[in-house]
């Protein structure tokens, strides 16, 4: 059903009953360390690669996921996700191990909000269980799109530490018998390019798509801020949350109270990660190791979740290119 120009709710429920996580040392030994479910003591996990690492945390939380569903993989019928690496490698490398048809997806540190919305539409048009799985990693990343480890570069202040970790999560249409997260409706976000060209301060490139989608989301579904227990965006971190609570307010959206971001919760203050966490396995990690626990408990009722991409390339910013951010809206509820 179509509330708007971006907003559509599924037409038949949609249930969040079953999440897996995986989390690398800094991410496990963070303010989060009491929810993840499993973590690793190194980056490369026995692995010869951080890329084949990558992979493996991605195999490990889908089959973990599947496993706790007392499911088989014949049982899903759609495997989405995507990662940050070139072709999102990770993605279809871990695909190859399961039996289950595949559609990689690609919008930066948004993806897994993205695969949500997707997989709600997925829902609604006859399937019965799909997998979202994103993950980052922090060696592969920062080789990728700044400079090989080996160098010992500097991080700036407006840096951010990627995300070592990935998160799964079953969207399916049977209620399981529980008080159980469901999507409710969602927003798919624009592009939205204010000129920002500094590839080390992602926090300025993404808030303010994820402003013009928060504001879009509230505006067709005629819902106020605070319907909200918390807006939860992905990976801005703290100077990308002021911002974004800055221009929320400037507006008269709302005035920020409830609004953080899963980069700003990943990390402890004593722990030397900049300015946050960000990734695609950001808030899949943070949603599945942390939310779904607080919602499926009782402890949070409602909360609207703001995956945020910034759509750039290492070739774009050598070749001078701003930096377009996007963010996707998933609107998450017990009822």
């Known amino acids: 059903m179509k509330l708007g120009k971006r907003t559509y709710a599924p037409d038949k429920r949609v249930f969040l009953p079953y999440v897996a996580d995986i989390a690398g040392n800094d991410e496990a030994n963070g303010n989060l360390r009491h929810y993840i479910d499993f973590s690793t003591d190194c980056g490369e996990w026995g692995c010869p690669s951080h890329e084949k690492a990558e992979t493996k945390f991605r195999d490990d939380v889908t089959m973990r996921l599947i496993e706790r569903a007392g499911l088989d993989a014949e049982d899903i019928d759609c495997l989405l996700g995507g990662d940050l690496l070139n072709q999102i490698v990770p993605s279809s ?4 191990s399961f ?7 690609y919008c930066a540190c948004a993806t897994f909000g993205q695969s949500l919305a997707i997989a709600s539409m997925m829902i609604g048009a006859g399937m019965s269980k799909v997998i979202c799985c994103t993950s980052s990693h922090f060696a592969t990343a920062e080789r990728q799109y700044r400079y090989p480890l080996e160098l010992g ?5 407006a840096s951010q530490r990627t995300v070592t970790g990935a998160g799964a999560v079953l969207v399916s249409d049977s ?6 997260p469901e999507i409710t ?8 390019d204010l000129g920002c060209t500094d590839a080390n301060n992602m926090g300025a490139a993404m808030a303010p798509a994820a402003y013009d989608t928060i504001a879009a989301h509230l505006r ?3 819902r106020s801020a605070d319907y909200y227990d918390l807006i939860v965006t992905g990976d801005l971190g703290r100077l990308g949350r002021e911002l974004l609570v800055e221009l929320l307010s400037h507006d008269k959206v709302c005035d920020g109270s409830n609004v953080n971001d ?5 990390y402890g203050e004593k722990q030397k990660c900049g300015l946050g966490g960000s990734g695609a396995g950001c808030s899949s990690l943070v949603y599945c190791s942390y939310f779904h626990k607080l919602l499926t408990a009782g402890q949070l009722n409602r909360i609207l979740l703001v995956p945020t991409g910034a759509m750039l390339s290492k070739d774009s910013s050598l070749q001078g290119e701003s930096i377009p951010g996007i963010a996707h809206a998933v609107a998450i509820e017990c009822r």
Do not use: H, N, V
């Not at 490398?93 to 190859?96: E, N, V």
């Not at 209620?175 to 159980?180: A, D, I, L, N, T």
């Not at 899963?262 to 990943?266: A, N, R, T, V």
């Open 93 to 96: 490398f871990s695909a190859r």
């Open 99 to 105: 039996a289950i048809p595949f559609s990689g997806l």
């Open 153 to 157: 570069t500097q991080p700036t202040p």
């Open 175 to 180: 209620y399981p018998g529980w008080r159980c």
């Open 185 to 192: 409706c969602y927003t798919l976000g624009e592009i939205i």
């Open 220 to 222: 067709e579904t005629g």
């Open 262 to 266: 899963c980069g700003c919760l990943i």
